[in-house]
């Protein structure tokens, strides 16, 4: 090193926060240090990462300019920087220092950062037989890559506390892993042909069942995939069959974006998605002149085809022996966490005729995220493997410790430390055992993660969610927060929005303040101003999986038993004559037909109306076939009434573009009272989703000059519920 000038020398101490554990900041620190001939260390910390810098100022501050340019390494962020001039040790090198963790002081706050797919250069080294040791070698990483939240059991982010601590690693691996100018230095999950897990069986052997037609499992990041040919009409039906999911989409894989685009088409954003190290599901419109015949089976009864591509060595190794797209679908059974451990296949999946595995072991489960695009942005509708843990920054630090638990559907728990909410990945419906047990499994890991423990718990007003039963049982301070404005709230955390909007929150169903159900709710501030006419359930929550009750309430609501019984239409004759008068006994005397305020539930009956679904195999079914039947060429809208702030739409039950008008009527609705208010606009909750309604809301709105916000990188849908709890304690004072 040249002579120094003692006098010039100052030294700083950094404290960084943000994704910086297991990203490569550490050598990418090192080697810039060290171009700019600054000394001193930098280690992994509780809070981030740790760093000292001794040397001229003006090479200081060129190294924080560096810091806060876009030359960090590809999965790095910086949240935030804090810095003070200590004295200076006139040392002579610059070094990575081995991580201090002190396990006792409670202030853990190191981001755990999600599993990403495997980079361009490891893709190379796995093709390449010049390097024997990655050659095909299935677990290829790097730190650009590869697993992080599944493998890890605590923080730091070191070897030790990941589930590769039981792989010694070889020399040449060893070699690699402590050299701060390669790649893979200390790239957690390094591994090699001679030292790392290895396959239960080999590719060639999986791909062979693939191709004659059977059912297999492989083992990915997060958990199992049960994969079948695309192409393949009988094994899909065989594998619908078993999994009992009649006609719920099912995503496919392709070997390549070239793929993806011979039977779908990909706008740019969804191009650049696909291919991202996220790698998510993107939900694409079909090819009308698709050039792959996929089977009807994959995708029944709608346009759209939910696509990804291979996201790990193993997949990528696989698609060298397949030439067809294959289905890659969780494997879980019913409404249970995706499957970890290859006994649980064998036990809870025995149609399943073939198992890949590896003794890698997974700590945490973690599914596929999926993703559509929306006004040629990204909206996330699972937020999971790529994606989560989720951070979101606050501009302030809270002064207690909160956990939300979310809602019963689409579960995802989110909690606060310091100035982070840390949302975790989709849990899923907590509607068994086993998904219950995951719920509590997930909370206890990120527990574990920062030595968590809520001072607070935020919970949803309905009692019979098994969230809110859960949260009872703690012993903690409790917060409820009715179900529509968690929703709102979640939109206005991801935006960093304070004060009051005209918040816009549709969804299926939700427990109102008034101990009814809603679902069509309109907002000025926190008070609910406008709320759709209700409509009565015909017979509770089985109305929810028959689009057809709903419909039968909304003719009872308008005709009389005999008119209803002489009327023409499907969902009458769907019913036997016995059976229409039975329900309307229910809807006159109100037996078991709970008042519903749902936006979602309108979507079914205008299903239901125009013979397109009378029975739901699955959430949202209506809606995404209401969706596919939408006529872009009708452009009118319904009357309707807003009396006494309660909007009544004067339908037509007999229009063949029913459908069609009825979210024209929708998104005319929210421009209307939008205009009327004159406020900004949060568009929040699962109909959202539809991406019909969603771009002819922000277009109406666009034209008007309203500013608006919906969500985009947080779930819209009830995955979103646990953070918009969350944000609303932070902001309300309580």
């Not at 950062?113 to 980079?119: F, K, Q």
């Not at 009807?296 to 696509?307: K, L």
């Not at 296949?345 to 005729?353: A, Y």
């Not at 809208?637 to 929708?666: M, Q």
Request: glycine content about 6%; proline content about 4%; charged content about 25%.
């Amino acid at each position: 090193m040249a002579e120094t000038n003692y006098s010039t020398v100052k030294r700083f101490r950094f404290k960084i926060f943000g994704q910086v554990q297991g990203v490569g900041f550490r050598p990418f620190v090192y080697k810039i240090a060290n171009e700019l001939k600054l000394n001193g260390f930098v280690k992994n910390s509780e809070n981030g990462v740790d760093l000292e810098l001794e040397g001229k100022s003006p090479q200081i501050q060129e190294f924080i300019n560096i810091l806060n340019s876009d030359r960090l390494p590809p999965l790095a962020r910086i949240d935030k920087i804090e810095q003070i001039e200590v004295e200076a040790l006139y040392r002579e090198q610059f070094e990575i220092i081995h991580s201090t963790l002190n396990v006792n002081n409670g202030s853990k706050v190191a981001l755990v950062i999600p599993d990403m797919a495997i980079c361009n250069e490891c893709i190379l080294d796995v093709d390449s037989p010049y390097k024997p040791k990655y050659y095909d070698y299935f677990a290829t990483t790097c730190t650009n890559c590869g697993p992080r939240y599944s493998i890890i059991q605590t923080v730091p982010y070191d070897r030790e506390n990941t589930s590769m601590s039981t792989f010694e690693m070889c020399d040449s691996c060893e070699s690699e892993y402590t050299d701060p100018l390669n790649r893979r230095y200390h790239a957690q999950p390094i591994s090699c042909n001679s030292c790392g897990p290895t396959l239960s069986d080999t590719i060639e052997k999986t791909a062979k069942f693939i191709k004659d037609g059977k059912i297999v499992a492989i083992k990915g990041l997060g958990g199992f995939h049960i994969i079948c040919d695309a192409t393949n009409d009988e094994v899909i039906k065989r594998l619908r069959l078993h999994k009992n999911r009649p006609t719920k989409p099912l995503a496919i894989m392709c070997k390549d974006l070239e793929q993806v685009k011979l039977l779908a088409s990909a706008s740019e954003k969804e191009e650049e998605l696909l291919a991202s190290k996220e790698a998510p599901i993107v939900i694409l419109k079909k090819a009308p002149d698709a050039k792959i015949k996929i089977s009807d089976e994959v995708a029944p009864n709608i346009d759209r085809i939910g696509c990804f591509l291979p996201y790990t060595a193993l997949h990528h190794l696989l698609f060298k022996q397949l030439k067809n797209p294959i289905v890659a679908t969780s494997a879980n059974l019913g409404s249970e966490p995706i499957i970890i451990k290859a006994r649980d296949i064998k036990e809870k999946l025995p149609f399943v005729d073939f198992v890949l595995d590896f003794d890698r072991d997974i700590v945490n489960g973690v599914d596929d995220s999926l993703v559509q695009v929306v006004d040629a942005k990204m909206q996330i509708l699972r937020l999971a493997r790529g994606y989560a843990p989720k951070v979101i920054k606050l501009s302030f630090k809270s002064e207690k410790k909160i956990l939300a638990v979310g809602a019963n559907a689409k579960n995802a728990i989110a909690f606060v430390i310091e100035d982070s909410i840390i949302i975790s990945p989709h849990i899923g419906d907590l509607g068994s055992l086993k998904a219950f047990e995951f719920f509590e499994r997930t909370i206890e890991t990120f527990k574990k993660f920062y030595d968590f423990e809520p001072d607070v718990i935020v919970h949803d007003m309905h009692p019979n969610y098994e969230t809110t039963k859960w949260a009872k049982r703690q012993n903690k301070q409790l917060v409820e927060v009715q179900h529509h404005l968690a929703h709102i709230y979640a939109c206005k955390a991801e935006f960093g929005l304070s004060g009051d909007y005209l918040g816009f929150s549709f969804d299926g169903t939700g427990y109102g303040s008034d101990k009814k159900l809603w679902g069509g709710e309109i907002f000025v501030g926190d008070e609910r101003k406008y709320t759709f006419k209700p409509l009565k359930l015909l017979g509770g929550e089985k109305a929810i999986k028959e689009p057809r009750r709903v419909a039968l309430s909304m003719l009872f609501d308008n005709y009389s038993l005999d008119e209803v019984l002489s009327l023409d239409l499907d969902l009458v004759k769907s019913f036997k004559e016995s059976e229409i008068k039975i329900l309307y006994q229910s809807h006159t005397k109100n037996l078991n037909a709970p008042l519903s305020s749902s936006v979602g539930r309108l979507f079914d009956a205008m299903a239901s109306f125009s013979s397109l679904l009378q029975f739901q195999s699955y959430e949202g079914e209506a809606g995404l076939i209401c969706e596919q039947n939408y006529n872009p060429k009708v452009t009118d809208a319904y009357e309707y009434t807003i009396v006494d702030d309660i909007i009544d739409i004067e339908f037509d039950f007999f229009d063949k573009e029913l459908v069609t008008r009825f979210i024209n009527t929708l998104a005319q609705i929210v421009i209307d009272v939008s205009k009327k208010e004159k406020m900004e606009v949060i568009l929040s909750g699962g109909v959202f989703q539809n991406k019909t309604l969603l771009e002819l809301v922000a277009s109406g709105l666009k034209r008007e000059n309203i500013q608006h916000y919906y969500q985009q990188e947080t779930p819209i849908n009830d995955g979103g519920i646990a953070l918009g709890q969350i944000y609303y304690l932070l902001k309300s004072n309580i």
